[in-house]
């Protein structure tokens, strides 16, 4: 069995600091307690620990931890939320660029405000899946007919349950979409995959923050279309981002710059569209083997006359 130095001098680090503590209050330690650096300023010169590392209490973890991580005014969720509104192209490059402290982590970012705005949208399930509902021919009628309303009526209830699945599963296709115009300013494709994730998290809230209202109001008519127009700040938000991340090509002119941002928000939305009649196909599938009544009757065959013998 190896002998893991790192872990054995981190534990007579801590234990150490412990001893030396006085009773009833934080150790009083001149080395870090995870790595065992000697500490020279307020943050371990190694591994980047504060140098005050205080005993967890569930008052500092309510009051202090939680709203310092997540609230901070100068950096954390509502910082980077905050930049990604004012000047979001130019916090991306520098993001990238290697200025990170101030700035949440983007996937963690993206994941955040999905889970956020979905667990507040799940709230409103019902509603929002009526109102989309009542767009939609009835299933009586011609079996196309039918067949249209159903398959129509399981892919909104797909939507509406996970209303930002298919932008996740889409994440990475539409990430090459844009690196493949983005490419000429040098970024690679993952830097313009965590792109997007700030992105797309923005675009959530963006999109709940168009949807509440009509939700709170309760009227059919505006939730439906209050669900296309989201589509609009959508292709706008992504122009603009995409306009500043080109930024840096400068060879680029600006007429330019901002054509390569449409064409990338307009490809992102033909992927978009293209998901969208995958899925359409697939439950079309799925529901005429399940439903075979649902299958389009083929007229009968005329009888052949003598003169066609």
Partial sequence: MSFDYSTHLTAVVAVDALERAPTGGPP???????????????????????ADTHRITLKHLLFHDLPHSIWHVDKGLAYTFYQMITRPGLTIRGYLAGQRTRQFRPVSYLLLLVGFSAL?????????????????????????????????????????????LMQLVLLPLNSLVAWWLLRRAGYNYAEVLLANCFIGGTLTIVSLTIMLPTLLAGNPAFLRVASQLVYIPTLVYTLWVNAQ??????????????????????????VLLLAALVCIIVLTVQVLNERPDLRPKLPPKKPQTAAQR
Avoid: E, N, W
Avoid at 28 to 50: E, M, V
Avoid at 248 to 260: S, V
């Fill in 28 to 50: 009083a330690h001149h080395a870090c307690l995870d790595c065992g650096t000697a500490l020279t300023d307020r943050f371990c010169a190694h591994c980047g620990q504060p």
């Fill in 120 to 164: 507040l949208m799940s709230a409103f399930q019902t509603d929002l899946q009526q109102a989309m509902l009542t767009a939609q021919p009835t299933t009586a009628g011609s079996p196309p007919v039918a067949l249209m309303s159903v398959v129509l009526d399981r892919y909104i209830s797909i939507l509406i349950k996970h209303p930002y």
């Fill in 245 to 270: 991340l080109l930024l840096a090509a400068p060879a680029l002119t600006a007429a330019r710059r901002y054509g390569r941002a449409l064409g990338i928000s307009l490809m992102q939305f033909v």
